[in-house]
Structure formats: C-alpha cells, structure tokens
C-alpha cells in the first residue's frame, strides 16, 4: 500500500472483539449496538485497541490503568454501579486492581460520538401508546443517567419488597448491578422487545440494573 494507506491504517486499531477476543466478547447485538462482556483477570494487560462511541456499565469494582496510542497513560477507578459513556477512543488496558474484575459495554455501531443530551422527555413506547414511562410514573425509582437521540440508560433502584406500578420499556437491554438471594446475579445481561409491566421486587435486597432502552423501537432486532 502506499505510504498514507499505512498510517490510516494505523491511526485506527482494531475494535475491542476482533484485537482481544479472549477478553472481549459479544452478549448481544443489533443493527443499532452491541452489548459486550469485558473479563480482566487481576494483572491481565490488553492490546491497543478502539472503541466507538459508547457507554460503560460496571457491576465490580474496577482499577485499569489505560495507555493512549501517543503512549500517555492514566489510571481510571470505577465502583459497581458507575455508568459512563464517551465518545470513540482507542487504548490499551491493564487491571491495575486488587482482584479480577468485569464489566458490560455498549457498543453503537458506526457512531463516534455519543452526544450526551438528557432531554428529560417521557419516552412513548410505539405499541404501548398509553402506557406511562417509568421516569413519569415512578421516579423515586427509575432515573436517566446517560442519553442521546437513540438510546437511554435509566438506572432502577427498588428496594425489597416495593411493588413498581404499571410502565412500558421500548426495545432494550438491561444489565443487574447487585447480587440478589433471588438467584440474579451482577452482570446477568439480557435483550428484550418493547414490553408493558408492573414489577414487584420480592427479595429483601435492593433491586439495582441500568436498562438501556432503544428509543421508538419494538423490536429488539427489527
């Protein structure tokens, strides 16, 4: 190839599954976004790699010291229950902390920036017009934390035994945050089409999970 090919090609490192699949692993994926698990043993290192736009969902506590392709590097300390969401970067990651670790990362395809912007609008579910938003209905209980034009994550936090009234969710993928006597555990991730329910947290413990809810969609994979 020619001179400037060679240096596209390495300004952009693979993305995150095709450079480290052995860390890096798709839950699920739609034309829109992937959900991925992320495993670091305790002192595993990566390889440089790039990430679109995005968010990060961490369900353990987590110490990654992250190099930068100019060679800069940081060190980044997250608890269970942090979200965030950055626009596309590249890095190599090493689990600087005391134990294993774990998280969910969403990936949205083709996207390079996230552009943040939490509208504080009711989302209306396309086949259920009349059901309410759990931010309108439920708010001591359902929070947005991230949003941009197609996805919201909303945080739920119910304590044990408190009945959540009747709400809608558009197509969406939710994530747990707490072990439960239930059997649910951090990190258990699933998928899901549009849906309508009232939900009773029946264990004694705090129900904590980041949905991520793909705005005017039914459908999961349309």
Request: charged share 20%; hydrophobic share 35%; net charge neutral.
């Amino acid at each position: 190839g020619s001179p400037a090919t060679l240096v596209a090609a390495q300004a952009a490192p693979a993305d995150a599954v095709t450079a480290d699949p052995a860390r890096y692993s798709v839950l699920f994926e739609n034309d829109l976004a992937r959900l991925i698990r992320v495993k670091y043993p305790r002192g595993a290192k990566s390889i440089m790699h790039s990430h679109p736009a995005g968010c990060a969902i961490f369900y353990k506590d987590s110490k990654f010291k992250m190099t930068a392709p100019t060679g800069e590097s940081q060190t980044l300390e997250n608890r269970a229950g942090d979200v965030s969401c950055s626009d596309a970067y590249s890095h190599l990651p090493e689990n600087v902390g005391a134990g294993d670790t774990e998280l969910v990362l969403l990936h949205l395809k083709n996207r390079t920036t996230f552009n943040h912007l939490q509208t504080g609008r009711s989302l209306v579910v396309p086949s259920q017009p009349r059901i309410p938003d759990p931010i309108d209905v439920d708010p001591s209980h359902y929070s947005v934390v991230f949003e941009n034009d197609v996805v919201r994550l909303t945080r739920i936090k119910v304590p044990g035994g408190v009945n959540t009234p009747m709400h809608a969710h558009s197509a969406y993928c939710i994530v747990e945050i707490r072990d439960m006597e239930t059997g649910v555990k951090a990190g258990d991730a699933s998928c899901g089409d549009a849906m309508a329910h009232a939900s009773q947290n029946a264990a004694k413990t705090v129900n904590e999970a980041i949905t991520i809810e793909f705005k005017n969609r039914d459908k999961f994979k349309p």
